[in-house]
């Protein structure tokens, strides 16, 4: 084995160890956040029993398959979705770091996808966008977008083109439906926005982002939140 693929495999395994790592602290902000408590405020605990975690319960995917899914204290369910951010951020820090090593583009894409993913979470499991996770998610692609485009305008260009075409689907999804016009309680907004915060979109890009949400406006399903996450998180390495 090369000193190539030596350095590959370490990575790799740290990434393995590092990506659920974090996103063991992301669940901390997805539970917290909602209930107006920040992560460092208390030791971790049992949502049902109260009980401090110890460190065999903070493992993060092995515990919850360990005990089943289930507080170890009070027999308690553990909702999945708490390991599917683990392993979902497994996935993003291993795929992230074959796409772009271990530099300064990592850092940034792989803190905007945490952020997407915290974002969609909460979206999911409370209604509502969570505007503070949704402005750091925000920084990070812009950070991105910049030092790969080494300009601030391509950034500006995706953010103001899609948020007036977004705006004008809101309008007319209001005036079909004669409903009061209110855009920015619409979450797809945000979505769409923030995608084009992420990576270069180009006219038929834009159309099929477009095209994606006329279904989400009038079914308005909750599938729709994980799809939006999935092109958030996706779509950074494939066209960044």
């Known amino acids: 084995m090369g000193v190539m693929e030596t350095t590959t495999l370490i990575g790799l395994i740290f990434m393995a160890v590092l990506g659920p790592a974090v996103g063991n602290y992301a669940c901390s902000v997805v539970y917290r956040l909602p209930r107006g408590q920040t992560p460092f405020e208390r030791h971790p605990y049992c949502g049902h029993c109260g009980a401090d975690l110890q460190p065999k319960d903070l493992f993060p995917i092995l ?7 289930r507080c170890r204290y009070c027999k308690g369910s553990i909702p999945v979705i708490y390991t599917v951010i683990e392993s979902v951020c497994l996935l993003v820090f291993v795929l992230y770091f074959l ?12 803190g905007f996808a945490v952020f997407a993913i915290i974002l969609t979470a909460i979206h999911w499991q409370q209604g509502w966008i969570a505007a503070s996770i949704w402005g750091y998610a925000a920084s ?7 030092l790969a485009e080494d300009t601030i305008y391509g950034w500006v260009q995706s953010g103001v083109v899609m948020l007036v075409l977004a705006l004008l689907l809101a309008r007319l999804e209001a005036a079909l439906r004669r409903q009061p016009f209110m855009p920015f309680a619409t979450g797809w907004i945000w979505w769409l926005v923030l995608i084009a915060l992420a990576v270069p979109l180009s006219l038929p890009l834009y159309g099929w982002l477009l095209l994606m949400v006329l ?26």
Do not use: D, N, Y
Not at 63 to 69: A, K, Y
Not at 99 to 110: K, P, Q, S, Y
Not at 140 to 146: K, N, S, W, Y
């Open 63 to 69: 515990s919850w398959l360990s005990t089943r899914g």
């Open 99 to 110: 796409r772009f090593g271990m530099g300064e583009l990592f850092l940034l894409h792989t």
């Open 140 to 146: 990070f692609a812009i950070l991105a977008r910049t």
């Open 215 to 240: 279904p989400v406006t009038l079914v308005k399903t909750r599938l729709a939140i994980p799809c939006f996450a999935a092109l958030a998180i996706c779509l950074p390495p494939l066209l960044g």
